[in-house]
């Protein structure tokens, strides 16, 4: 004799998940997992970039100040201004490190591509750019130093004066194209960049 099955325990027999929903379900479910990871990961990675981008501005600002001082040390025979930015060339060149080790782990860590990559790469070549631009700064404050040591007033005050503003402007700009991704900023610079070497090369026939 057939007994006939209750209708509610039917109803939850068919609601019970077969073999193939399950799968269906695990499957899902690591999608959503995997996607969350992935974007957690691009997150960090976004972050990681951006902290190269800030940390590297925040060297060009001290460099473009460093610049400033040096041509200011000089003209004006500030041998405290001089001292001061003798000490900055040190923190310049440690964050030159700091900076091209953040790029370096990047590089090993996310291995990015394309204009990420570009990205990374640009900014670990801008930071030995600007670490040089602190290097030429910090030469000029000693060559100030030595000038109020001997009492002499640089030759060619007014040629430095408006070459090191220029030089200054430059660095700025050149900044403000990085952060910006401005192309045609950029190529202001490098056109800027010549017509400096000129006046560079007409100050110095006229002072030899």
Same mark, same amino acid.
């Given at each position: 004799? &057939?007994?006939a099955?209750?209708?509610?325990?039917?109803? #939850?027999?068919?609601?019970?998940?077969?073999?193939?929903?399950?799968?269906?379900?695990?499957?899902?479910i $690591?999608? %959503?997992?995997?996607?969350?990871h992935?974007?957690?990961?691009?997150?960090?990675f976004?972050?990681?970039?951006?902290?190269?981008?800030?940390h590297?501005l925040?060297?060009?600002?001290l460099?473009?100040?460093?610049v400033?001082? =040096?041509?200011?040390?000089?003209?004006? =025979?500030?041998?405290?201004?001089? @001292?001061?930015?003798?000490?900055?060339?040190?923190?310049?060149?440690?964050?030159?490190?700091?900076? /091209?080790? !953040?790029?370096t782990?990047i590089?090993?860590?996310?291995?990015p591509?394309?204009?990420?990559?570009? %990205?990374?790469?640009a900014?670990?070549?801008?930071?030995?750019?600007?670490?040089?631009?602190?290097?030429?700064?910090?030469k000029?404050?000693r060559l100030? $130093?030595? %000038?109020? !040591?001997e009492?002499?007033?640089?030759?060619?005050?007014?040629?430095i004066?408006?070459?090191? /503003?220029?030089?200054?402007? $430059?660095?700025q700009? =050149? &900044?403000?194209?990085?952060?910006?991704?401005?192309? /045609?900023?950029?190529?202001? @610079?490098?056109?800027?960049?010549?017509?400096? /070497?000129?006046?560079?090369?007409? #100050?110095?026939?006229? $002072?030899?």
């Amino acid at each position: 004799m &057939l007994l006939a099955r209750d209708p509610d325990e039917q109803k #939850v027999g068919r609601a019970l998940p077969d073999k193939k929903d399950n799968e269906f379900l695990e499957g899902a479910i $690591m999608d %959503l997992t995997t996607d969350a990871h992935s974007h957690h990961i691009s997150q960090q990675f976004n972050d990681e970039l951006e902290h190269v981008k800030n940390h590297l501005l925040e060297m060009g600002g001290l460099v473009e100040r460093q610049v400033g001082d =040096a041509i200011k040390a000089i003209i004006e =025979a500030d041998s405290e201004l001089a @001292v001061t930015v003798r000490a900055n060339d040190k923190r310049i060149n440690q964050m030159e490190i700091d900076i /091209d080790e !953040e790029c370096t782990r990047i590089i090993a860590r996310r291995q990015p591509a394309a204009s990420d990559l570009r %990205l990374v790469i640009a900014a670990s070549k801008a930071v030995a750019d600007l670490e040089r631009i602190g290097d030429e700064s910090a030469k000029i404050a000693r060559l100030a $130093m030595k %000038l109020c !040591e001997e009492g002499e007033a640089p030759r060619g005050y007014v040629e430095i004066r408006h070459i090191g /503003d220029r030089v200054r402007r $430059m660095t700025q700009q =050149a &900044l403000t194209a990085f952060a910006r991704l401005d192309v /045609d900023t950029a190529l202001e @610079v490098a056109q800027e960049d010549k017509d400096v /070497d000129l006046e560079y090369e007409s #100050v110095m026939r006229e $002072m030899v």
